[in-house]
């Protein structure tokens, strides 16, 4: 007859070792990390797209105004004037935030409308005035 051996289980535990704890932990920081300074481009592109959204609001009341009163230079608008014609009822102009947090404003005495960082000159940090990012109606 044969006999058969039993296997004697390890003596190590079926846990994990405090080094492989400490190596996970770390594989989690570098992980949250890469992901927070990954997220200032997605930031970025978020605050052109809430851009283009206000000026496509803005553009849409430009051309709705202008169809209903058709005399009316682009020059000559004001905000009082737009302002009825602004989609979902709203009851003031949209404004923009820019990549540094400073509230800009809607130029709408252009066709179509545009950014103004403050001193008259279009705001637009994107590479292009035609990727829908801070700009509109191009």
């Known amino acids: 007859m044969k006999s058969f051996r039993i296997p004697r289980r390890s003596?190590?535990?079926?846990?994990?070792?405090?080094l492989e704890m400490t190596i996970v932990i770390m594989v989690l920081l570098a992980l949250i990390g890469i992901g927070m300074f990954s997220g200032n481009p997605i930031n970025a592109w978020r605050l052109g797209r809430d851009a283009s959204e206000s000026l496509r609001c803005a553009y849409t009341a430009?051309?709705?105004?202008?169809?209903?009163?058709?005399?009316?230079?682009?020059?000559?608008?004001?905000?009082?004037?737009l302002i009825p014609?602004?989609?979902n009822n709203a009851t003031s102009m949209p404004?923009?935030?820019?990549?540094?947090?400073?509230?800009?404003?809607?130029?709408?005495?252009?066709?179509?409308?545009v950014v103004d960082n403050g001193s008259g000159v279009a705001y637009d940090p994107s590479a292009s005035s035609t990727d829908s990012l801070w700009d509109v109606g191009e």
């Open 11 to 18: 003596l190590r535990p079926l846990a994990f070792t405090l």
């Open 62 to 81: 430009q051309k709705l105004y202008l169809s209903d009163n058709p005399m009316v230079e682009v020059t000559s608008l004001t905000n009082n004037l």
């Open 85 to 87: 014609y602004l989609p």
């Open 95 to 113: 404004t923009v935030t820019s990549l540094t947090g400073a509230a800009l404003n809607i130029k709408i005495t252009v066709f179509p409308p």
